[in-house]
Structures are given as C-alpha cells and as structure tokens.
T-cell receptor
Framework: KQEVTQIPAALSVPEGENLVLNCSFT??????LQWFRQDPGKGLTSLLL?????REQTSGRLNASLDKSSGRSTLYIAASQPGDSATYLC???????????FGGGTRVLVKP | GAGVSQTPSNKVTEKGKYVELRCDPI?????LYWYRQSLGQGPEFLIY????????DSGLPNDRFFAVRPEGSVSTLKIQRTERGDSAVYLC?????????????FGQGTRLTVV
C-alpha cells in the first residue's frame, strides 16, 4: 500500500526566507508526483507535475525535485512572500491503481 | 468551462437525508475522480471513472455511497441516509486520461455538513 508522508505538518518563516517542503513515499512504482496548494476553504491548485522519468520541475519561484529511488520529493519556494501562506500537498500517481495518493500536507505561514 | 466545477459549494443536510453532489469536469477529460477531505488531513480517494464506467470504487466507505457518470462527462456522487461522520469536503478532479498519470485538476469542492 502506498503511503505518503509530509514533514513538518506546519511551518512558519519570516518573509524572504526560502521554503523547503518535504514529501516521502513508500512505493517507488509511480507515474508521477504532483504538488498542490490549498488555501483555507478552497480546492486544490496544481503547482507542479513531475513525471517519474524527470528529476525536477521549475515554475517561477517554485522548484520541485524527485528522487524516485529514495522515495522523496522536495518543493522549494524561493524568497517567500505572505501570499505563499497556504497548505501544500504532495500526491503520487501510482503505476498500479491509476489514482493519486496524498500526503497530509504542510501548513505554511509566511510572516511579514 | 475552463475548470472543474462542483455544485453546490456548500450543503447542509439533516442526518438520515439523501444528498447529491455534482461535478462537471474539464471538457475532453476522460478520467474523473472523487475524493473526501476531513479537516486538517489530505484528500482520501473514493472512486474514479474512466469514461462512463467506475474503474475503481475501492475507496467508497460503505454502500450508502454511490457515484455515476452516465454520459462520460458530468458525475454525481450520491449519499443515502447521511450520518454526521459524512461531514467533510468532497473534491472532484479530472484528467485527460487515467493511465500514464496525466495532470489532475481539482474543483473547489462541496462542503457537506450533516446536522
């Protein structure tokens, strides 16, 4: 059974500091890994999708890496801003089962 | 529409009542997923459709939950004899197709409260 873990569960940083969010998964047989952002009371917004054959993906201030062999992904957010405050979720798409399995999320607060 | 649309955005119902939650996926997306999210937790898988058929309903918690997608587009999640424990946010997602893991796009969710 695929398990996805995100540590820490919550993170508070001053504005301008770089954010590092971790995601680990137990089964390396995945098609891809997706990072999402969720604002309070809202749905999920897709941030980055990394295919299993890729090592990283970048979009603006966001960079996500994937190490399939060790079952880890890291989301880096450079020069954090108060508007980055949200919950960040990672999810893996298993090769078997054709569905996303989510971690519990990391709740981020960027203080002005 | 441009994104995944879910209606209603909020639903309050009495214990024991029947509810229907609707999901309108992105046009052309053949895969549709339902998830349930409790406060402070990540979404949990309920069911997914590839086209009109339910390809995997292993996440449905019991036989009070049922979902359909009769024409391969709009889907309805149906909950009979609702219980207070069913209170959660129900999220719908769609992707181009399921096999191979294309990017999934989520709706804003339906917040269900059973009183």
């Amino acid at each position: 059974k695929q398990e996805v873990t995100q540590i820490p569960a919550a993170l508070s940083v001053p504005e301008g500091e770089n954010l590092v969010l971790n995601c680990s998964f137990t089964d390396s047989a995945i098609y891809n890994l997706q990072w999402f952002r969720q604002d309070p009371g809202k749905g999920l917004t897709s941030l980055l999708l990394i295919q299993s054959s890729q090592r990283e993906q970048t979009s603006g201030r966001l960079n996500a890496s994937l190490d399939k062999s060790s079952g880890r992904s890291t989301l880096y957010i450079a020069a954090s801003q108060p508007g980055d405050s949200a919950t960040y979720l990672c999810a893996v798409f298993k090769a078997a089962g054709n569905k996303l399995t989510f971690g519990g999320g990391t709740r981020v607060l960027v203080k002005p | 529409g441009a994104g995944v649309s879910q209606t209603p955005s909020n639903k309050v119902t009495e214990k024991g009542k029947y509810v229907e939650l609707r999901c309108d996926p992105i046009s052309g997306h053949t895969a549709l997923y339902w998830y349930r999210q409790s406060l402070g937790q990540g979404p949990e898988f309920l069911i997914y459709f590839q086209g009109t058929g339910a390809a995997d309903d292993s996440g449905l918690p019991n036989d009070r939950f049922f979902a359909v997608r009769p024409e391969g587009s709009v889907s309805t999640l149906k909950i009979q004899r609702t219980e207070r424990g069913d209170s959660a946010v129900y999220l719908c997602a769609s992707s181009l197709f399921a096999r191979g893991g294309t990017e999934a796009f989520f709706g804003q969710g339906t917040r269900l409260t059973v009183v």
